[in-house]
């Protein structure tokens, strides 16, 4: 077994969930303008360290789960990159230890520019978060717990913690308004664990959808997609959000889609690629809208400063996030593709309004 050629490394990476740690990054860096400080050179170095960390996390899920023997036979979780013997575990291991010390470098630096202090217990519970979810001796995504340290870091920690290292304070602001982001993602997790209940239990793998079991485990779907919603809702009426956050609500058809889709589905080993049909697998499904958002590629287009200075003209009110498609990414090959995402950005100024990432430029659905 060698050392994997890149495009092994490329699906060891899980490259198309990195928009979870992009989408809350963003939301902070957007918190952060409206206080009147922003720092670009800054939030790239977050960017950096986060991706680090995700990186890492994957590979560290990979390759203890390896040991445990979780992503055996007809599991399909993880990247199995180990199991098809295109990576060797001693390569893995080598690469997460890399990952670490360099975002551990970058935090550091962080910490040391923007002086909140702070940040370096958010840093440490992250990294906790990453390592043990399934290191032993903690290991706490086998006991149920995934779930809630996801939330918890792809939302208040990733939002606050960006806001504060670039705004130099933390602010109750961009924790209250991650809430949604952070249920979302960690919708995510849950729903991908519901193709590997059978095998998650044979390992002893006590996810929280083994811990319901079939069919009870679909009333963890519906409980995520219900507390997204009434995040929203709360946040509208503690005047976090403006009103018009409340046009989200309409995602609850989509909901009930999936909720069907998954109660018509006998065997949920096929809710990992259903959909394949009409074109969908299981991540596509979850983040379908009946609004289509419009990805085209930004190249030549603005630079990221740019970006946020649009950001901050348009008086950004709400960011609701976080499931998108795999295919997100393609347009980097093919910037005619339309791409449905559960990811709506939404301004003041709804005439025409276009906000560009450093990949991708959203284009109001509503004009």
């Known amino acids: ?33 409206s206080m009147g400080e922003w720092r670009l050179e800054r939030w790239l170095l977050v960017l950096l360290a986060s991706f680090l960390v995700h990186l890492a996390t994957n590979l560290a899920n990979d390759y203890f789960d390896y040991f445990e023997g979780v992503d055996d036979g007809d599991s399909i979780g993880g990247s199995r990159v ?22 551990l470098v ?17 840093m440490f519970f992250s990294f906790a978060s990453s390592f043990f979810y399934t290191a032993p001796p903690i290991k706490y995504g086998y006991y149920g717990l995934g779930e809630v340290f996801v939330g918890i870091n792809m939302g208040p920690v990733m939002v606050a913690g960006t806001n504060a290292a670039l705004a130099g304070s933390f602010s109750s602001k961009a924790f209250w308004v991650s809430v949604p982001i952070g249920i979302m993602v960690a919708l995510i997790l849950y729903y991908q664990s519901l193709s590997d209940i059978d095998e998650d239990r044979a390992v002893g793998k006590m996810t929280l959808a083994v811990r319901l079991g079939k069919p009870t ?37 989509q909901s009930l889609k999936i909720d ?23 991540t596509e499904l979850l983040a379908e809208t009946p609004i289509r958002i419009r990805l085209i590629k930004t190249y030549p287009g603005p630079n990221i400063q740019n ?10 009110r709400l960011f609701v996030s976080s499931m998108f498609r795999p295919s997100m990414f393609r347009p980097i090959l093919d910037e005619r593709r339309l791409v449905e995402g559960l990811c709506w950005i939404w301004f003041r100024d709804l005439e025409g309004f276009s906000v560009a990432t450093p990949f991708f430029r959203f284009h109001n659905p509503l004009a």
């Not at 923007?114 to 958010?122: F, I, M, N, R």
């Not at 970006?307 to 950004?316: E, I, T, W």
Request: with cysteine; charged share 10%; net charge positive.
């Open 260 to 282: 069907a889709m998954i109660r018509s589905t006998e065997d949920w080993k096929e809710l990992h690629d259903k959909g394949s049909g009409s074109g969908l697998n299981s």
């Open 217 to 253: 485990a679909i009333w963890g779907v519906r409980a995520f997609m219900a507390a997204s919603i009434m995040s929203i809702v709360a946040l509208v009426q503690y005047g976090f959000l403006k009103p018009l956050a409340l046009v989200s609500i309409v995602t609850v058809f």
């Open 307 to 316: 970006c946020f200075n649009n950001l901050a003209q348009h008086d950004c």
């Open 106 to 122: 970058c935090g550091v630096w962080i910490v040391w520019l923007s002086k909140v202090w702070g940040l370096a217990a958010l």
């Open 82 to 103: 180990i199991q098809e013997g295109k990576i060797a575990p001693e390569q893995i291991k080598a690469v997460i230890v890399a990952l670490y010390v360099i975002a």
């Open 1 to 33: 077994m060698s050392g994997g050629s890149l495009r092994a490394w490329v699906q060891a990476s899980r490259a198309p969930f990195f928009v979870a740690t992009m989408i809350p990054l963003g939301l902070g860096g957007a918190v952060s303008y």
